[in-house]
C-alpha cells in the first residue's frame, strides 16, 4: 500500500467528514463528529495494508463513517435527545450535494462573530481541514499550548452560543467571508512552503484550498470578486507547480526554473479569474496579490514586468502593510533599480529572527560584497527550520567560494 494514501485522503476527506456529521449532530456534538472521523482513517490504516486497498476508497471511508456515527449514537443511549433525532432520520448524507452544503455551512459557522477572529482560522483549519496542532502553532507563529487554549475556548463558544451549522443571512455574508478566505489563504499557504515539514510543496493542501475556494463559486452569496480574486492568486501559484520541485525533489528557486514547465492552462485560468474578479467596485489584497503573482507567471524577463510588480508591491502595502510584504517588495525593487538600492530598504526592516530576511540580504549582497553575503547566508542558515531550506542557503554559500 502506498504509504501517502491515507494521509493524502486524511487531507481530502477529514474536513467533508466531519462537516456532515456536525451538520446532522450540531456543534455541542463536534468532539464526538472529529473522534468519528479520527477513527474512519484509523481503521483504513488498520485494514487496508493486510486487506488491501479497497477499490474505492473514499467510498470505503464514508460507508465506515456512517456505521461508526449510528454505533456512536447507540453508545449515548436512546434516551438521549441525539439518539431520538438519529432514529428518525438515520441517513448521513455523504453525497456530493450533502457534502457541499456541510461544507458551506462549517465555514460560515466557525467564522461566527462571537468567536475570536484568531481561533476562527485556527478552529477551521482544525475541524474542516485537518491540520494538526502543531501545523497550526506554526502558521501564526505560536506554540502548540497557546492554539489548544484557541480552540478549547472556540469551540466553547460554539456550544455556550448554540452557534448552529447554518449559512448565515445574505447580510452577514460579507462580514464572515473576509475570515474564511484568510483561513482558505493561509491553507494555501502552508501547502506552498510549510515550516512544519520537509516536503517542498505539499500539492494535497494546496489543492484541498482551491477546492474549498472553488466550493465558494458555487453559492450567488459567496462568488464574490474576492473569491474569484484568491482562486486566481491560487491558480498562478499552481501553474509553477512542477517547476518548483526539481529531479531530486530538492526546491527549485525562481530565477532556476525550467519555465517550459510552468502550466499555461493554469496561468489562463487563473487570468479570466482576477479578470471577472475586476468588475465591481470590490477591492482587496487578493487582487493584489493576484496581479503580483500572475506578472511572475510571465516567462519572459522584461522592464515592464518587475515594474508592474513594483508598483502592486508599493499599493499592497499601502492597503496592508506588513514587515513580510515590504520584504518581498525588496526583490522586485533590485529587478527595478538595482541590488543597492534593496539592500537600503530591506536593511531598515530589521527581521532578526526571520531567514528569510537574511537570505535575500545575501542574496543581494552577492552582486557586491561577498563577505557581507556570506555573513547573511550563515545568519539565515542558523535560522533555518527544515533540512531542506538549510540545503539551499548551504549552496549560496558554497557557491560564493566559486
Known amino acids: 500500500m502506498d504509504s501517502q494514501l491515507v494521509p493524502h485522503l486524511f487531507r481530502t476527506e477529514y474536513g467533508k467528514i466531519v462537516a456532515v456529521l456536525v451538520r446532522r449532530f450540531g456543534f455541542d456534538q463536534v468532539g464526538l463528529a472529529e473522534d468519528i472521523a479520527s477513527e474512519t482513517f484509523l481503521a483504513a490504516l488498520e485494514t487496508w495494508p493486510y486487506r488491501g486497498v479497497p477499490e474505492q476508497p ?203 514547465r510552468w502550466n499555461q492552462e493554469l496561468v489562463a485560468r487563473g487570468a479570466k479569474l482576477l479578470q471577472e474578479a475586476s468588475v465591481g467596485d470590490q477591492f482587496s489584497k487578493y487582487h493584489l496579490e493576484a496581479g503580483i503573482a500572475f506578472w511572475h507567471s510571465t516567462p519572459e524577463e522584461s522592464t515592464q514586468k518587475w515594474e508592474s510588480i513594483l508598483m502592486l508591491h508599493n499599493q499592497l502595502l499601502v492597503l496592508e502593510y506588513s514587515p513580510v510584504a515590504a520584504l518581498n517588495r525588496t526583490y522586485a525593487l533590485s529587478k527595478v533599480k538595482g541590488a543597492t538600492a534593496a539592500i537600503e530598504e530591506a536593511e531598515k526592516l530589521k527581521l532578526e529572527n526571520n531567514r528569510f530576511y537574511f537570505a535575500l540580504l545575501g542574496e543581494l549582497y552577492c552582486e557586491i560584497d561577498h563577505k557581507h553575503a556570506r555573513a547573511h547566508f550563515e545568519r539565515a542558515l542558523a535560522l533555518a527550520k527544515t533540512e531542506q531550506d538549510q540545503r539551499i542557503i548551504q549552496h549560496k554559500i558554497e557557491n560564493l567560494s566559486l
Open 58 to 260: 473514499v467510498a470505503w471511508l464514508y460507508q465506515v463513517a456512517k456505521n461508526k456515527a449510528k454505533n456512536a449514537v447507540m453508545r449515548l443511549g436512546r434516551e438521549s435527545e441525539l439518539a431520538e433525532e438519529f432514529a428518525v432520520q438515520d441517513e448521513i448524507d455523504l453525497s456530493d450535494s450533502g457534502i457541499r452544503d456541510g461544507q458551506l455551512r462549517m465555514m460560515f459557522a466557525v467564522c461566527h462573530p462571537a468567536i475570536a477572529p484568531e481561533a476562527q482560522v485556527g478552529l477551521a483549519l482544525r475541524i474542516l481541514c485537518g491540520f494538526g496542532i502543531e501545523e497550526i502553532a506554526d502558521a501564526f507563529l505560536t506554540n502548540k499550548e497557546t492554539i489548544n487554549k484557541r480552540l478549547y475556548r472556540a469551540k466553547e463558544t460554539l456550544r455556550k452560543e448554540r452557534i448552529e451549522a447554518e449559512f448565515p443571512g445574505f447580510e452577514e455574508v460579507e462580514a464572515r467571508l473576509v475570515a474564511v478566505l484568510a483561513t482558505l489563504y493561509l491553507l494555501f499557504s502552508e501547502g506552498y512552503y510549510s515550516d512544519s515539514h520537509e516536503e517542498v510543496l505539499r500539492e494535497d493542501v494546496c489543492l484541498e484550498a482551491m477546492r474549498l475556494t472553488e466550493l465558494l463559486l458555487t453559492d450567488d452569496r459567496t462568488n464574490q470578486p474576492q473569491t474569484r480574486a484568491l482562486l486566481a492568486l491560487m491558480c498562478f501559484h499552481a501553474s509553477r507547480f512542477a517547476a518548483r520541485r526539481g529531479s531530486n525533489g530538492d526546491m527549485v528557486l525562481y530565477d532556476d526554473q525550467d519555465r517550459s
